[in-house]
């Protein structure tokens, strides 16, 4: 199970931290990712990050601003969101999965474990 929280209202150019924290015992062995969905359009890939690995990936549209990690300790995910835009508004969901190959880390279908979105809104 996974519960999102975080999101909030920021001017643009601000900032906002989203966490995700996963129940269960197995949480380093997840991928874990960041998805969004804005009003009227479709669910997009935001980022990830393979289990037992440091590294990630992002949309070009968020790379070199947002910045995934985790802490398995506290089985918690995090989205570190800067130099944000009206564009990034969004309801922004976590999602996980025990077993995912690398050409499907971007596709949401491909993660078994979803969170309630948290909405994020960037006013311009």
């Known amino acids: 199970q996974l519960q999102a929280s975080g999101g909030g209202l920021v001017q643009a150019g601000g900032s906002l931290t989203l966490s995700c924290i996963a129940s269960?015992?197995?949480?380093?062995?997840?991928?874990l990712a960041w998805f969004r969905q804005a009003p009227g359009k479709e669910r997009e890939f935001v980022a990830a990050?393979?289990?037992?690995?440091?590294?990630?990936y992002y949309a070009d549209s968020v790379k070199g601003r947002f910045t995934i990690t985790r802490d398995n300790a506290k089985s918690t995910m995090y989205l570190q969101m800067n130099s944000l835009k009206a564009e990034d508004t969004a309801v922004y969901y976590c999602?996980?999965?025990?077993?995912?190959?690398?050409?499907?880390?971007?596709?949401?279908?491909?993660?078994?474990?979803w969170g309630r979105g948290t909405q994020v809104t960037v006013s311009s």
């Open positions: 999602a996980a999965s025990t077993t995912i190959i690398l050409s499907a880390i971007a596709e949401g279908s491909a993660y078994a474990y």
């Open positions: 269960g015992d197995t949480f380093r062995r997840y991928a």
């Open positions: 990050n393979r289990q037992a690995s440091s590294r990630s």
